[in-house]
């Protein structure tokens, strides 16, 4: 799989960690930074690594900052994109079996790696149940439509 990877300063080394893993398990990694240790904006990158799933350039992304709330909020603002925090594997397992997310996001002060390596695994092994969860899911997406619709008619 195709994997975009994003973090602010505080994941530098999480990041390469995961990195390493990931190509180990065999899938492509783009790494969309920042690849620098000076403090920085997270929502730079969680813009960043967002446009690239929705494009398609990035099959799923996975975003990492301190806590990993901010990086996956800005994320969340990119039409089309469902990032969920997960600290623990099965709450990684029902956000893509239920909500079909398609950023993984979690928190370089809140995992160690080892957990970290758990639940991009569980992420990555656990497909969309479809089902009742579609109806759901496509329920987010009508408010996405929505908020467009409603922008339209402002302007
Ligand atoms: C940076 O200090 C920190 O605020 C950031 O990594 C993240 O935790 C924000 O949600």
């Given at each position: 799989m195709k994997i975009g990877i994003g973090n602010d300063h505080s994941a530098l080394e999480l990041k390469a960690e995961m990195i390493d893993f990931l190509k180990e398990k065999g899938h492509e990694v783009v790494d969309y930074g920042t690849?620098?240790?000076?403090s920085c904006d997270y929502p730079v990158y969680g813009e960043r690594v967002a446009r690239a799933v929705v494009s398609g350039e990035a099959e799923q992304g996975i975003l990492i900052c301190g806590t990993g709330l901010g990086i996956s909020i800005a994320a969340n603002k990119v039409k089309g994109i469902r990032a969920a925090v997960c600290s623990e594997p099965f709450t990684a397992k029902m956000a893509r079996a239920h909500?079909?997310?398609n950023i993984l996001a979690f928190g370089a002060r809140v995992v160690g790696s080892e957990l970290a390596k758990m639940i991009v695994e569980t992420w990555l092994d656990t497909e969309f149940e479809g089902g009742r969860h579609q109806k759901r899911v496509d329920l987010i997406t009508a408010i996405e439509a929505r908020e467009t619709e409603e922008k339209a008619e402002r302007m």
């Open positions: 690849d620098s240790p000076a909500n079909d997310c």
